[in-house]
């Protein structure tokens, strides 16, 4: 029993090689291999292989995703990464979680590399805001270098900041508005990310989804805003009504769904919370319902899912005919390479939603007999004060018997 329960992790974490494509792109870009650009624009060749680095696993996933729905739809082809401020999330090719100054480098020279995402965290040894990701709260990068050299360097990448802490909004968005000009000049998009309202397994957020709205707009009006739910892996489940009402509810106060609004708005979503019940598509009101985009990804840890999880998204939100819906659709998902590594993962995967559940129970069932136990003994004490306090006033209410009286009553006792 500990082996099975132990071979999904070893499999996951010590299998050589890395077991897993990652796919982070849209369903509707066809294959780039004839326009691999430059940042001052100069083609190369279409029959030069794009330049890939192998400890990245395999970045693409174009024609996997091409067969899936049937061809890319006639578009012409997707925009050049530097299309500008209203570049598309979901048509971009992403570096994720880009947390010190190595990857960032690596990021800056990788020509399939459209987009960077990195998290933004406050450092209590440096005193300041750094990009890491939690439970890390330390790195060698920090924002202000991160957009120092993001707004300097030769190669154009769009950016998106994903924002983990309340308190680093604020002097991120101040220290970023410094750069404005020049990303604006260099024609590079930036999207403001936060999980700003509870989502599945979650009750609450860490953020307050008006006050994040406002700042964003008022501070960096021209940035795209990426608005997403908390949620628990562990035990949560599909992305409810409730949970779409809230999130249109906020654009709609903050008139981000109005026409001729210049804020652009991407929703954010967990894949696997997607496709967790199939007859449950709430989800696809944010397209029905509002002009936003939609972009499904899998967390910093995540195992990667399986092709039938893909499928299930693409048959859950119609991404086969509509091409309106394909074009609005992206994917940041790590997806597993074969059947049997698909089968490890979510062994892995429920394996770790059954430890959640049990883990979640018992300090439930501990918090209750905790304060079951508090609330006995205050009652109980409580009980004695007032008896006391009872028969404290009864004698004090009653005269002074004489001996005889008092033996008297005694022996009628």
């Known amino acids: 029993f500990f082996g099975l329960l132990v071979l999904p992790f070893f499999c996951f974490f010590f299998l050589p090689p890395r077991p897993s494509l990652i796919l982070r792109q849209c369903l509707v870009a066809p294959r780039r291999e004839t326009t691999t650009a430059t940042r001052r624009g100069s083609p190369q060749p279409a029959s030069q292989p794009r330049k890939k680095e192998a400890s990245e696993g395999s970045i693409g996933g174009f024609s996997l995703l091409e067969s899936m729905v049937g061809g890319a739809p006639p578009l012409g082809g997707p925009?050049?990464?530097?299309r500008g401020l209203w570049a598309s999330s979901t048509a971009q090719i992403w570096w994720h979680s880009c947390c010190s100054l190595r990857d960032l480098q690596r990021a800056l020279e990788d020509l399939t590399i459209t987009a960077i995402e990195s998290d933004v965290v406050y450092s209590p040894s440096r005193d300041e805001e750094v990009m890491a990701h939690p439970p890390v709260v330390d790195?060698?990068?920090?924002?202000?270098?991160f957009m120092e050299t993001c707004a300097a360097h030769e190669a154009v990448r769009h950016l998106k900041l994903d924002f983990k802490e309340r308190r680093v909004v604020g002097p991120c968005l101040r220290t970023a508005r410094r750069y404005e000009a020049k990303l604006k000049e260099r024609g590079?998009?930036?999207w403001l990310n936060a999980d700003v309202l509870a989502g599945p397994g979650c009750a609450s957020s860490k953020f307050d989804a008006d006050d994040f709205?406002?700042?964003?707009?008022?501070?960096?009006?021209?940035?795209a805003l990426s608005l997403g739910w908390r949620v628990d892996l562990g035990v949560g489940g599909s992305y409810e009504k409730e949970h779409v009402d809230a999130m249109i509810a906020l654009l709609r106060r903050h008139r981000l769904l109005e026409e001729g609004?210049?804020?652009?708005?991407?929703?954010t979503a967990n894949l696997r919370l997607a496709v967790f019940d199939s007859e449950k598509t709430h989800l696809a009101r944010v397209l029905e319902e509002t002009p936003c985009e939609l972009l499904l990804w899998t967390g910093f840890g995540e195992p990667p899912i399986s092709q039938a999880d893909l499928d299930e998204a693409v048959r859950l939100f119609d991404l086969r005919d509509a091409d309106d819906r394909r074009r609005r659709v992206g994917f940041d998902v790590h997806v597993a390479s074969s059947p049997s590594w698909a089968?490890?993962?979510?062994?892995?995967?429920r394996i770790f939603r059954i430890y959640?559940?049990?883990?979640?129970?018992?300090?439930?069932?501990a918090s209750h007999l905790i304060a079951g136990t508090a609330n006995a003994a205050a009652s109980g004490a409580q009980k004695i004060k007032k008896k006391n306090t009872f028969f404290t006033a009864e004698a004090a209410d009653k005269p002074i018997l004489e001996p005889q009286q008092r033996t008297l009553l005694a022996s009628a006792s």
């Open 213 to 223: 709205v406002r700042a964003c707009k008022e501070q960096m009006p021209d940035a």
């Open 356 to 365: 959640a559940f049990v883990k979640e129970k018992s300090s439930t069932l």
């Open 343 to 349: 089968l490890a993962a979510n062994a892995a995967f």
């Open 79 to 82: 925009p050049p990464p530097w």
């Open 188 to 190: 590079q998009a930036l």
């Open 139 to 145: 790195s060698d990068l920090t924002f202000g270098d």
């Open 261 to 267: 609004c210049r804020t652009r708005v991407v929703v």
